[in-house]
C-alpha cells in the first residue's frame, strides 16, 4: 500500500491528528483517541483501529490488553483534512477503559457531571495487570 495518501492529512506540530470511533450501525461515538502516521497507516493496513498513545508514548492497538478490538469499516477524511473518522464494529460491546460501551458516559445536568451509562463489565475483569 503506497503512503502517498497520507500526505493529505494534515498533522499537527506532534505528527498527529485526532480520531473520533464511532460505531457501526448505531453511529454512536465511542471515543475519541490520536493517530500518527504509523498507527494511521497500520489501521488501513489491518482493518483494525491503532492508536497513539500519548500517555504511554507508543501505538497503542485498541483492544490489545482487554480483547476489545474495533474492527475499522471506513475511515474518512474531514473538509479540512485535520480529523479522522473510522467506522467500527467494536468487539465486545465496550470502548471504554472504564468497562462502559462508550468513553461519553458522563452528561451535563443541572452544573454537575451525571453518569449516564451503566458499567458492562468491571475494569479489574477485563485486565489482568500483574
Known sequence: MSGTWLDKVSWNADGLVPVIAQEVGSNKVLMFAWMNREALSLTAE?????????????????GEESGHVQKVHAVHLDCDEDVILITVEQVGGIACHTGRHNCFFQKL??????IDQEVVKNPEDIYHHE
Open 109 to 114: 445536568e443541572q452544573d454537575q457531571w451525571v
Open 46 to 62: 489491518t482493518g483494525q483501529a491503532v492508536y497513539w498513545s500519548r500517555s504511554r508514548k507508543r501505538l497503542w492497538h485498541k
